[in-house]
């Protein structure tokens, strides 16, 4: 993720995620650099895995909703993915669903032996690829590149012939009335198969989705095992939710 760039790559890349691609001679202005370094900059972003290079300049390897999104309370979405990781055990077998905080989690397991990853979500791939203590299976199925997923009936059907003990999923928004809300009903079925071929089932996602009501409707909060969150999810809201029998787990 972001954390993997370099303040002069992160200037890059957010340029990239407001103007959709730069060249290089504008970026050498910019940044009062020769177009020799820049032309450096962006064959190392790429080799990341953040940028693709086009002639004269570069545009983004990913969409730009997922790079506004993955610039959002970073710390604490690597605090949660952390956190999240700890409950994996050597020789698991777990699933993590498509999310910008999920695909944290994978960064995570390194030094854990034997761990196999079911995921939806190419940035899972992603992070997990460069690990060969991970073995990892995509589900297939239709792309969705706003969200870097896979969804539709091939990948929910591939699921559906796993089980595992862990599963990972996000949300676009939380509440103890409305459970957990998403503004597309293809991920709420991902996230509905996963929570179905999975012994536990935890809800990562940072406080300040608390509050927040989503167009689909994915799944009551009493369905997830265990719900990760930051500590600026306040005590009051926490203690609604343990109160209702929410297992919360606040991290920072």
Do not use: C
């Not at 590149?145 to 996000?170: D, K």
């Not at 009903?185 to 996963?194: D, F, H, L, Q, T």
């Not at 179905?196 to 940072?206: F, G, K, Q, R, S």
């Not at 500590?231 to 209702?244: I, N, Q, T, V, Y």
């Amino acid at each position: 993720m972001l954390i993997d760039l370099n303040k002069r790559e992160r200037i890059i890349l957010n340029r990239l995620s407001g103007d959709g691609t730069v060249s290089v001679a504008a970026l050498a202005q910019d940044l009062g650099l020769s177009e020799v370094t820049i032309r450096s900059d962006l064959k190392t972003m790429e080799d990341k895995g953040w940028i693709n290079r086009i002639r004269g300049g570069a545009a983004p390897a990913v969409h730009r909703q997922i790079l506004e999104r993955q610039r959002e309370r970073l710390e604490e979405k690597n605090a949660i993915a952390r956190a999240a990781a700890e409950l994996v055990r050597d020789g698991d077998v777990i699933m993590i669903e498509a999310g910008t905080t999920t695909a944290l989690i994978a960064r995570y397991l390194t030094g854990k032996r034997d761990i196999h990853i079911v995921t939806n979500s190419a940035l899972v791939f992603a992070n997990a690829r460069t690990n060969p203590a991970l073995e990892i299976t995509m589900t297939g199925g239709e792309f969705r590149r706003p969200t870097e997923s896979f969804v539709g009936p091939i990948a929910i059907q591939n699921i559906a012939r796993l089980n595992v003990r862990l599963a990972f999923a996000g949300t676009d928004g939380f509440t103890l009335e409305r459970g957990m809300t998403t503004h597309l009903a293809e991920g709420a079925e991902i996230v509905k198969a996963m929570k179905d071929h999975a012994e536990t089932t935890v809800l990562v996602a940072d406080s300040s989705k608390y509050g927040r009501v989503g167009f689909i409707s994915v799944l009551p909060l009493s369905d997830m095992d265990l719900v990760i969150t930051d500590r600026e999810l306040g005590d009051e809201a926490a203690a609604e939710l343990e109160g209702a029998g929410i297992a919360i787990k606040r991290v920072m």
